[in-house]
């Protein structure tokens, strides 16, 4: 690491977080569009003080952007599955590319193990992931094999890696 704080062609080193961060994520990934008021009330700070943390998150990059995370089936696409690709070595960047432009892929990873990327995709129906496995991902020249694993239930646990039980109290029904 550079004695400058800032890690050579990685962007500076992230700064710790301290609890009323962690809180604050928590809440944020749970209720991305909880007010600035809420999560300064429920994180016991003032509202400035829970503004000028949230945007350091962002600024730091800890905090990618806000989303919603949505029930696939209801949103008709009711075939979900977790593909394993085999790929050619050295070409992740390029294959990753390609994948991102796939219709209703959600989540890429370059993983250890007996294959390489990871992908989760979502489709209208099963002849529809059969066609995204066999046309688009199989002719792809850098994918060498490929494993499709059917998702049959899958439950969002709303909270990030890393992110142990919130220490703010709960909400009215309970559940923070």
Do not use: C
């Not at 928590?26 to 991305?32: E, K, P, Y």
């Not at 977790?82 to 070595?89: A, F, N, P, R, S």
Request: no cysteine.
């Amino acid at each position: 690491m550079a004695t400058d704080g800032v890690r050579t062609g990685q962007g500076p080193a992230p700064r710790p977080l301290d609890a009323v961060d962690r809180d604050i994520l928590r809440i944020l990934r749970t209720d991305g569009r909880a007010s600035i008021r809420s999560v300064a009330e429920r994180v016991h700070v003032s509202r400035a003080n829970a503004y000028a943390r949230i945007n350091r998150l962002l600024d730091d990059g800890v905090i990618r952007g806000f989303s919603a995370r949505i029930d696939h089936e209801r949103a008709g696409q009711g075939a979900s599955a977790y593909i394993t690709l085999k790929i050619v070595q050295n070409s992740w960047r390029t294959v990753r590319e390609q994948l991102e432009k796939l219709p209703g892929a959600t989540h890429i990873a370059l993983v250890s193990g007996d294959f390489d990327v990871l992908l989760l995709v979502h489709t209208r129906d099963n002849r529809t992931l059969r066609e995204l496995v066999l046309t688009r991902l199989q002719s792809m020249p850098e994918v060498l094999s490929t494993r499709t694993l059917l998702v049959f239930e899958e439950t969002d646990l709303g909270q990030g890696p890393g992110l142990p039980a919130p220490s703010v109290p709960p909400d009215d029904d309970g559940f923070s």
